[in-house]
Nanobody
């Protein structure tokens, strides 16, 4: 059984920082990317950041320069360092792993709430 568990969310004032963690248990084969998505109430889930199996990173324009994704392969954990947080960053943040070869499969965590007050 594969599980992705997010942690590190909470309430922070605008301009503050948080670091999210995503720990993976079980085995996922043929990993393509690991990343983070977020979803605000009444809105669609949107891409935030990702890192490929080769170490290349990608960011949404809205977070570029403020957020940093990283990974610790030995701990099977991916992180999202969030700096200079804004109220519009408020959302539930979800960890994602995309795996496969001919076809792909997405694994998701349960989400962690991030609330940024003005």
């Amino acid at each position: 059984q594969v599980q992705l568990v997010e942690s590190g969310g909470g309430l922070v004032q605008a301009g503050g920082s948080l670091r999210l963690s995503c720990a993976t248990s079980g085995s996922i084969f043929r990993v393509i990317t690991r990343g983070w998505y977020r979803q605000a109430p009444g809105k669609q889930r949107e891409f935030v950041a990702s890192v490929t199996s080769g170490g290349s990173t990608n960011y949404a324009d809205s977070v570029k320069g403020r957020f940093t994704i990283s990974r610790d392969n030995a701990k099977n954990t991916v992180y999202l360092q969030m700096n200079s947080l804004k109220p519009e960053d408020t959302a539930v943040y979800y960890c994602n792993t995309r795996a496969g070869l001919g076809s792909t499969r997405d694994y998701w965590g349960q989400g962690t709430q991030v609330t940024v007050s003005s």
